[in-house]
């Protein structure tokens, strides 16, 4: 593996590949989760987004949800970001953003769409400034669990200062005005991308968001898939005919 100074381009600062140092890694043990908890604490009450608490932990019921993700990623070996990853079918519609957008989104899910909902972004404000790609490399987890269920499309609640991001780079579009999000004190509105529309256009400009079936796999299976309810097993069966990409 090359070292970090090997990995930089010095005229830009930035990761030749923005991948080489980075290890998702999926939150499973009460330490694991409670360091992305903590993490979330630091990041939300640096952006005046929660409260300040006694717990010093943003955690949720979500969190534990059988059709949830909760993924840590770290760079050098050091958790750098956070994200949760939620699939969202007709038939398990429990997700957070559905909780506040239920008027958009169940007419959508009554029609047979499927969803991957991207909550609960966070990034160590200190690392974050050392590692430009951070936010890139870690919504990248949502377009890939995209590719893997053979969503429709993608969620993401945003705070409207950071809308426009998600415009130029993933190109999406906006469902629903700002509305308060539980447990947050700055309002979020509702983006959404038609993934399949989108992809192509969207690897052509960043092409390390690519990712491999074999990735997907490591990523979003849970052992022989047995463990997983029922309400998942079409999104695993439609995802099987998805070519990789």
């Known amino acids: 593996m090359r070292s970090a100074a090997e ?9 030749a590949d923005p991948l080489d140092q980075v290890d998702y890694r999926l939150a499973q043990t009460t330490e694991q989760k409670d360091e992305i908890y903590r993490l979330r604490y630091r990041a939300y009450l640096r952006e005046g987004a929660i409260r300040p608490s006694a717990q010093e932990r943003v955690v949720d019921a979500y969190d ?7 993924f840590g990623v770290f760079v050098q070996g050091e958790l750098c970001s956070s994200i949760r ?3 969202v079918t007709p038939e398990l519609r429990s997700a957070p953003t559905v909780e506040v957008f239920g008027d958009v989104l169940h007419p959508k899910l009554d029609k047979g769409m499927v969803f991957i909902d991207s909550t609960r972004f966070v990034a160590d404000p200190e690392k974050a400034r050392n590692y430009p790609e951070l936010p890139y490399v870690t919504v990248r987890l ?7 269920f053979n969503a429709d499309y993608g969620l993401a ?3 409207p200062e950071h809308m426009a991001f ?9 469902w629903s005005e700002p509305r308060l999000y539980p447990g947050l004190v700055k309002p979020v509105g509702l983006m959404a991308a038609h993934l399949p529309a989108v992809r192509e256009r969207v690897l052509a400009r960043y092409p390390f968001l690519r990712s491999s079936a074999f990735e997907r796999r490591m990523l979003f299976e849970r052992g022989d898939g047995q463990s997983l309810p029922d309400a998942l097993v079409r999104p695993f069966e439609r995802a099987s005919i ?3 990409s």
């Open 7 to 15: 990995a930089i381009k010095p005229a830009t600062g930035r990761l």
């Open 64 to 70: 534990e949800a059988p059709n949830a993700w909760v």
């Open 85 to 87: 990853i939620t699939l």
């Open 142 to 148: 949502g377009s890939t669990a995209g590719v893997h």
């Open 157 to 159: 609640p945003v705070r």
């Open 166 to 174: 998600y415009r130029r780079v993933f190109l999406h579009e906006t």
């Open 242 to 244: 998805v070519p990789s």
